[in-house]
């Protein structure tokens, strides 16, 4: 019986690990009080000499996408975070986790550059002040600066059409 239990606990982990490698993983969505963006200073990753401070990013509905060189999922995803980009006004800030800086600037130059600018979090103590999960991961701020929505895992077209898109038309309407 000891061993059935166990073998039932396995093959749930197993499959709940799948789903989130899928980037399946359902979006979380925040309290009823968001809980502002803590304050943070890092060089950033193309210009290591210019800083992204999160007073640059409070203040305006944004998205801040958590994503590294080594990540897959962020390879699958980077396609839609271009699309995004190109046909919104949603400016879209990166958090470069625990990367290599050389490897982090290769990829934008390679595969394309969505963000207004992206923070270098090389110890990675912003995204443990955001309690990320694991890359990639989304928030979506509102204009007052707080985490009012994360998402886990890619964004796809679904995720963008149904989830975040609507909730960012609601959020710029709100700081109106």
């Not at 964004?155 to 963008?160: A, F, G, M, R």
């Amino acid at each position: 019986m000891r061993m059935l239990v166990i073998t039932a606990v396995g093959v749930v982990v197993l499959t709940l690990t799948a789903v989130a490698m899928e980037g399946n993983l359902s979006s979380i969505a925040q309290s009823a009080q968001p809980q502002r963006l803590t304050e943070f200073t890092l060089p950033r990753v193309r210009l290591p000499e210019r800083a992204l401070t999160s007073d640059q990013i409070a203040g305006h509905v944004a998205l801040i996408n958590v994503w590294a060189s080594w990540c897959v999922p962020c390879r699958r995803e980077h396609g839609m975070l271009m699309k995004i980009a190109r046909e919104s006004n949603i400016p879209i800030y990166g958090l470069n986790f625990r990367d290599n800086q050389d490897d982090a600037v290769r990829w934008l130059e390679t595969l394309g550059d969505p963000y207004a600018a992206s923070g270098f979090d090389a110890a990675g103590k912003v995204a443990e002040d955001l309690e990320v999960y694991g890359t990639p991961e989304t928030y979506v701020l509102n204009a007052h600066g707080a985490v009012a929505y994360r998402h886990l895992g890619p964004i796809t077209e679904d995720v963008w059409r149904n989830n975040l898109q609507p909730l960012l038309a609601r959020l710029g309407e709100d700081a109106k």
